[in-house]
């Protein structure tokens, strides 16, 4: 994958291994706060194993922009949420291939973002806090930015499918060391969220 080349981390999984891994993606997100009538921005989005849910979460009312750097991703990301709007009303989705990095320069000023959300990526970001800055940009007063990531724990702990899955060992991040990046950004520690078996969710406010 492109993305890659920015973000080392590990490869796409396909959708079985996602489905092992977390088989209701709706209930992670609402756990961590997801609800109708919200702009979300899914960073990093992948082929959009969350993209579905946080459209079907949001609702008519409000909005997705699912963003990744491989324009592949994204469409079968889109295909993703078509199947999904067969069966219920969804968010309208706006769908941008760009770097993240430079996502405050893509984004029109008034996007009036409600909370985005970054899901097994934010690890291999080779500036987290340079991101973070950008994050701060696009998100309204108030707004919630939340960094799902494995915990620290040795990767031969971490399996799926038979196989030990996830970033290498040094690149896994506590949910201090992800406080201690993201808040000289802009941004107030709100809470750890546990996501069994292996992940927990960082969210964080902006001021």
């Known amino acids: 994958m492109a993305e890659n080349v920015l973000f080392p981390a590990t490869l796409m999984p396909n959708d079985d291994w996602w489905q092992a891994l977390w088989p209701d993606p709706m209930d992670i ?3 961590i706060g997801i609800v109708s009538g919200m702009t979300v921005i899914d960073l990093c989005c992948g082929s959009g194993y969350f993209t ?19 324009s592949n991703m994204l469409e079968k990301a889109r295909l993703r949420v078509e199947q999904e ?51 701060a940009r ?19 702990e971490t399996v ?9 060992d040094e690149m896994r991040m506590s949910p201090a060391s992800v406080e201690a990046v993201v808040t000289v950004a802009g941004f107030t520690f709100v809470q750890t969220i546990e996501l069994p ?4 969710a960082a969210v964080l406010q902006v001021a």
């Open 52 to 70: 579905a849910p946080l459209a079907c979460l949001s609702g008519p009312e409000g909005k997705v922009i699912a963003v990744d750097l491989d």
């Open 197 to 200: 078996p292996y992940h927990y």
């Open 29 to 31: 997100l609402a756990k």
């Open 85 to 135: 709007e067969e069966a219920r009303p969804v968010a309208p989705c706006v769908w941008v291939a760009a770097d993240a990095c430079k996502l405050d320069q893509v984004l029109a000023a008034n996007t009036n973002v409600d909370y985005l959300v970054i899901a097994n990526t934010f690890h291999g970001v080779p500036d987290q806090t340079a991101l973070s800055a950008v994050v």
């Open 160 to 168: 799926v499918l038979g196989q030990a899955r996830g970033p290498k």
């Open 138 to 156: 696009l998100l309204k007063p108030g707004g919630t930015f939340t960094i799902i990531n494995w915990h620290a724990r040795a990767r031969t």
